[in-house]
């Protein structure tokens, strides 16, 4: 069985209908944030107090900014689907992907949630952050030299 990576049954179709449903999950999570962390600070802490509100402080730019790159992934992928992998367009929108990552990164590194994880999560955001700038540059060059060879006669 042979699974194809792109057309109108294949991979990159799959993963747009998940990006389709990990926006929604995340909308329904976002509005539901407050509630859940209650519940997670009554199971894991005796009390939040003032640690509630800095958490939120976190969590809800953080929630914004993967739904943010959701949607810049799909966009991504609609793009590979139809034939046009390499464009500034696509290179812009792994740009805004690497400014999301350095915004969560910058927010854990912060030390508002106090978590000994939080400081490590900040770090790989920022590795993230640095890496989809390379390949947002990557897909940039490759767009400008497809640009000139479709030029060149």
């Known amino acids: 069985m042979k699974i ?3 057309g109108r049954r294949s991979l990159v179709s799959l993963l747009e209908k998940l990006c389709w449903l990990l926006l929604f999950a995340g909308l329904v999570v ?9 519940y997670y600070g009554r199971i894991y802490w005796q009390d ?9 402080l976190v969590l ?6 993967a739904l943010l790159v959701i949607w810049q992934l799909r966009k ?15 290179a812009r929108r792994v740009k805004t ?4 990552c350095l915004i969560v990164g910058i927010l854990f590194l912060l030390g508002i949630v106090p978590s000994l994880l939080a400081p490590m999560l900040g770090l790989a955001f920022l590795f993230l952050s640095s890496l989809a700038l390379v390949l947002s540059e990557l897909v940039k060059q490759a767009a400008l030299y497809k640009e000139e060879n479709d030029l060149t006669i």
């Open 97 to 100: 992907v690497s400014v999301c």
């Open 60 to 65: 809800y730019p953080s929630a914004v900014m």
């Open 48 to 56: 939040l107090g003032s640690d509630y509100i800095r958490i939120l």
């Open 30 to 38: 976002s509005v539901a944030l407050p509630w859940i962390l209650d």
């Open 4 to 6: 194809s990576i792109i």
């Open 76 to 90: 991504i992928l609609v793009n590979v689907n139809s034939g046009s992998p390499f464009s500034l367009e696509n």
